[in-house]
């Protein structure tokens, strides 16, 4: 049994329907899969109606941006949780709000040198999605600039770029808190992605341990083995889970839908941690 527990839909910056992304999980033959949108349970009702209809398993998630202390983005999956929970659910509805205006300020930036206008932006996100990067991408590709996203993030969005600008986040400890206190399982995502910018350093690792964290996602195209001896080295200390997943983005990234995945025995350890939303299961 083999579990894909990180998937992106077009409820954030994926580019299928969360019902397309569980018939690719079931076409893939995994035996079931998270959907874990950036900052949004959006996609949960949707996938929920299509994991039963596939017979999979699915697993309610989301994926939290972190910013710590000095400035290192540190993604969280959280998993299970309740959705309606006061705390986590302002908390990442404020962070939605950033990223709008954050978009709009990219956009701006790059309307001075390209002809992009924040309505072109505009038709490339879902309604009621949440805004990224990858959606400044789409337009970019819209009018021609770049031939896809991945030549978007090289050129003109990636953190170094005169049109980038950086977002306040909630920091990883205060995200594992608020997930741990709507019922829900948090674990880093793809830790050691080195080539995304500067990781977390050890004490942080530990911190995050303290805070509550339940584990890490080991095998993630991003984390490089170096990386991933750390991680497992980590986890191995403090008795957390370790999992693997693809980071499914459909047609916005070449990860391919149970690239990696995990296995049978950790996620019903994972799902035994969860008290906010239980598993979807056929
Ligand atoms: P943001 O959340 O707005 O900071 O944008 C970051 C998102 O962009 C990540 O969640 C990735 O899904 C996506 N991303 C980052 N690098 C690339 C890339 N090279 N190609 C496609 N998508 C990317
Ligand atoms: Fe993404
Ligand atoms: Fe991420
Ligand atoms: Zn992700």
Redesign the pocket.
């Given at each position: 049994m083999s579990v894909d527990l990180h998937t992106?839909s077009n409820v954030?910056?994926?580019t299928e329907t969360p019902a397309e992304v569980v018939a690719a999980a079931a076409l893939a033959g995994l035996e079931g899969l998270a959907l874990t949108d950036?900052d949004t349970t959006k996609g949960w009702a949707e996938a929920t109606i299509a994991a039963r209809q596939h017979g999979i398993i699915l697993l309610p998630g989301m994926?939290i941006?972190t910013l710590t202390e000095n400035g290192i983005?540190a993604?969280l999956l959280s998993y299970l949780h309740d959705p309606l929970h006061p705390g986590l659910s302002s908390a990442v509805s404020e962070a939605r709000d950033g990223?709008l205006h954050?978009?709009r300020r990219i956009a701006d930036r790059l309307s001075v040198d390209f002809p992009l206008t924040w309505e072109t932006v505009q038709e490339h996100v879902s309604a009621g999605a949440?805004?990224?990067?990858?959606?400044?991408?789409d337009a970019l590709v819209g009018i021609g600039a770049v031939a896809?996203?991945?030549e978007?993030?090289?050129h003109l969005?990636?953190a170094g770029s005169p049109y980038y600008v950086s977002?306040e986040n909630m920091h990883p400890t205060t995200a594992i808190r608020l997930v741990r206190e709507a019922g829900g399982v948090p674990i880093l995502a793809h830790g050691m992605a080195s080539a995304?910018g500067r990781t977390v350093s050890q004490a942080q690792l530990e911190e995050m341990a303290e805070a509550g964290l339940a584990g890490v996602e080991v095998r993630h195209r991003d984390n490089p083995e170096s990386g991933r001896r750390i991680l497992e080295k980590f986890a191995a200390r403090h008795g957390l889970l370790m999992t693997g997943s693809s980071?499914y983005?459909g047609t916005?990234?070449?990860n391919l839908i149970g690239e990696n995945t995990t296995d049978w025995e950790t996620v019903e350890a994972l799902c035994a941690q969860a008290t906010g939303t239980a598993p979807v299961r056929p």
């Open positions: 992106h954030s910056d994926g950036h994926e941006t983005s993604h990223r954050r978009a949440t805004v990224g990067r990858p959606h400044l991408a896809d996203r991945q978007a993030f090289d969005l990636h977002q995304r980071d983005h916005g990234k070449a």
